[in-house]
């Protein structure tokens, strides 16, 4: 993709139904091409019977309490205000624990594993789905003794731990909301949420780990309780620090210790799964604060279940015996979906492990993908960067052939990442860039299975996902012209809702539904290619204005990816006396690579060489590491800010992985001939 300019303003009525993002037939022939064909037949019944097609799916994947009424209520063409919106299976009753556990544990699978938790220390725990039972259960009972039902809103503050899903499955038993608050943040940014979602409990512990020992996680409690809340009851799981010596302080009547609380009497009696409504919440999760103030995202308990456990089974089609590992943190939703709800929805053994990716270094991802005998993995481009940048002696005595299926997701998987995931992992190992949303709650874009991917070649709708690219104005964009991404229709896996006060509904519609009428916006940028295969071209917040042309970040990241020595790279604009906007780009060289001005230049014109001499950077600045969350996503408004010289007013930087690399990304920027003042 070019540059493309700004898109007229031209009139012409919003499309109401989704462009043709059926794809052409397939060239393929054999078994492939039918079992390309077979994708193609079902998505185009999902898209035009999708009650039909979505009803049969409820009804094969999920076990419910009393039968739905309605598959769908939610209309994006209700008009201008739209839409009306219930959500998925109303008066349908389900319980996502049971569903989880129990059904498996019933049908005679209690031995099978569930969950293997991958301590920092190196030590490996197994829960079998009986165990499993028995942990949420006894949680479960704890809860309901603190007097917590159905609706009750507990915050989930914990490292990568078991007790962490436990308390979730948990929560999704008695019909309590869970909302889990990633154990980076901060004790303001955790007041915030307790304050916003009136929470009844929290769970905590006395420390966590974040490629390094994150003490004093009960401290930050106390320090966001410090002025009075909602909260009654503060569970703490006993973890300290290595060096800690003592044990955190509880606060009589308020406080307990998790481990006493579980093992007192009555605690491993039954509890029963409550019956939910399919349209109550299930869980309220932020958006990954990338772009400012976060949201707290509501997914309910049918459609949402339905969803994560369709799009686990089909693009990591776990067998008998297979090993699940989501590196995301499930402080994020790919941690959710893909780490806890997806895998034990259908029955299937996840990896949970309570570092970092990649720290201290990445032997530590691999050594557990071998050891632990993984073979389907969900990463971000971020971490298989990691790899290839400890170089090819690493990669070859670092092989993981177990690994049948890669997928990524957070941002752009580039070429160079995709041919070292071939190398690498399993012999035609699948590599899959998806694209999803925290409000989308699973994948809408994703290859095919019936088709492996090929680098940046695209990804189609999943099932029942009608996808669409639109000009400013409205209309559609033509086949490679990018454009504004949006969805015609309503899927399962859809946010039911953002959890704040009265304004919830019309907060909710003017966020996804007011920039299109009658249609779900996702603030993405986009285009269509010949074969109809989407390509993602990042976030509209993400767009660098140049002399008036509209170029994506996404363009000239993967313009500088394609020189080998650069491993990782963000792009952002920066202020320009000149040229209003000027494009500033962070670049992580491979660990052999010297920095130097040379290596500036060449790369700053190699971008102009890819996408034309109006794209050469303005400044390049080398640094070793770039901000992301723990889950692998990019914070680029903290680049942005340092990018204009306004290191001063971050905001809260507590979500990234590694908070210390601010100071030299700070460092890093400062003031250097840029590339263009040194031309001139
Ligand atoms: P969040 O909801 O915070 O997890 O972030 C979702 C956003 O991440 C999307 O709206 C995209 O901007 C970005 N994103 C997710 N997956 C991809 C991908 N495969 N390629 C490019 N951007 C992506």
């Known amino acids: 993709m070019t540059a493309s300019k700004q898109p007229s303003a031209a009139g012409g009525p919003a499309p109401r139904a989704a462009q043709s993002a059926a794809p052409r037939p397939p060239a393929a022939v054999g078994a492939a091409a039918a079992s390309r064909l077979a994708d193609e037949e079902l ?12 009803s049969e799916r409820a009804a094969a994947a999920l076990s419910w309490d009393t039968p739905w009424e309605r598959v769908v209520d939610c209309d994006f063409a209700a008009g201008s205000a739209s839409p009306s919106y219930a959500g998925w299976f109303a008066g349908g009753k389900l319980n996502a624990a049971y569903n989880c556990i129990d059904r498996h544990v019933a049908g005679g699978l209690g031995e099978r594993r569930s969950l293997v938790f991958a301590a920092a220390d190196g030590g490996i725990e197994e829960f079998t789905y009986a165990d499993l039972l028995a942990a949420t259960t006894r949680f479960a009972n704890v809860l309901k003794s603190r007097g917590v039902v159905a609706g009750d809103r507990v915050i989930l503050y914990l490292p990568m731990i078991p007790e962490l899903p436990i308390a979730m499955l948990a929560c999704a038993r008695l019909g309590a909301v ?3 608050v990633f154990a980076g943040f901060s004790s303001q940014a955790l007041g915030a949420r307790i304050d916003a979602w009136g929470a009844r409990v929290v769970v905590t512990s006395e420390a966590g780990w974040r490629g390094g020992p994150a003490p004093g996680l009960k401290g930050e409690v106390d320090r966001a309780l410090a002025a009075g809340s909602s909260v009654e009851t503060v569970v703490v799981v006993a973890r300290r620090a290595d060096g800690d010596e003592d044990h955190a302080r509880l606060v009589a009547g308020r406080d307990l210790w998790w481990h006493e609380a579980v093992a007192a009497a009555g605690m491993a009696a039954p509890c029963a799964c409550e019956p939910l409504a399919a349209t109550a919440p299930l869980f309220i999760l932020s958006t990954s604060g990338s772009a400012g103030a976060p949201k707290g995202v509501v997914h309910a308990v049918g459609g949402y279940l339905l969803y994560a456990a369709e799009t686990f089974r089909h693009v990591f089609a776990p067998g008998e015996g297979d090993v699940h590992f989501c590196a ?14 997806g895998p034990l929805a259908v029955g299937a053994t996840t990896l949970l492990y309570e570092g970092a990716p990649g720290r201290p270094q990445p032997d530590r991802l691999a050594d557990l993908i071998v050891s632990q005998g993984v073979t389907s993995l969900y990463t971000t481009p971020a971490v298989v960067h990691a790899f290839t940048a400890a170089g090819r002696g690493w990669a ?7 690994v049948k299926i890669v997928a990524t997701v957070g941002d752009p998987l580039s070429s160079e990442a995709w041919d070292w995931c071939r190398s690498q992992f399993g012999a035609g190992c699948p590599v899959l860039d998806t694209w999803w949303q925290t409000e989308t709650g699973g994948i809408l874009l994703t290859p095919w299975r019936s088709e492996t991917g ?12 009608a996808p669409l690219v639109l000009r400013n104005d409205g209309r559609p964009a033509d086949v490679l012209e990018r454009g504004n991404l949006c969805l015609a229709q309503p899927w399962p ?8 006060d009265a304004d919830n509904v019309a907060r909710f519609r003017a966020s996804y539904f007011a920039r299109f009428p009658g249609l779900y916006y996702t603030g993405d940028q986009a285009y269509i290619d010949e074969d109809g295969r989407f390509h993602i071209e990042g976030s509209s917040d993400d767009d660098v204005w140049v002399l008036g042309e509209r170029l994506s970040s996404v363009e000239v990241e993967r313009a500088l990816l394609s020189d080998a020595k650069v491993v990782e790279t963000a792009v952002v604009g920066c202020p320009d006396p000149v040229k209003g906007e000027g494009i500033c780009c962070y670049v992580v060289l491979r660990d052999d690579v010297e920095p130097s001005d040379a290596l500036r230049e060449k790369l700053a014109q190699h971008v102009g060489e890819v996408i034309g001499p109006f794209a050469v950077p303005d400044r390049v600045h080398f640094v070793a590491a770039l901000p992301r969350t723990r889950s692998g996503k990019m914070i680029r408004r903290i680049l942005r800010k340092i990018a204009e010289g306004d290191p001063t007013d971050l905001g809260d930087t507590t979500m990234l992985a590694d908070p210390s690399i601010v100071t030299d990304l700070v460092h890093e920027t400062r003031p250097q001939t840029t590339q263009a003042e040194a031309r001139r």
């Open 328 to 341: 995301a943190d499930i402080g994020w939703i790919t941690g959710h979906t893909y780490l806890v709800y």
């Open 396 to 402: 070859a005595a670092h092989p993981m052939p177990g």
């Open 178 to 180: 869970h909302a889990v």
């Open 43 to 54: 998505y185009e019944r999902s898209i035009g019977e999708p009650e039909d097609y979505w």
């Open 493 to 500: 896996g859809m946010m039911t809702g953002i959890w704040c």
């Open 454 to 465: 090929e680098p940046l070649a695209g990804s189609r709708p999943y099932f029942g996902v």
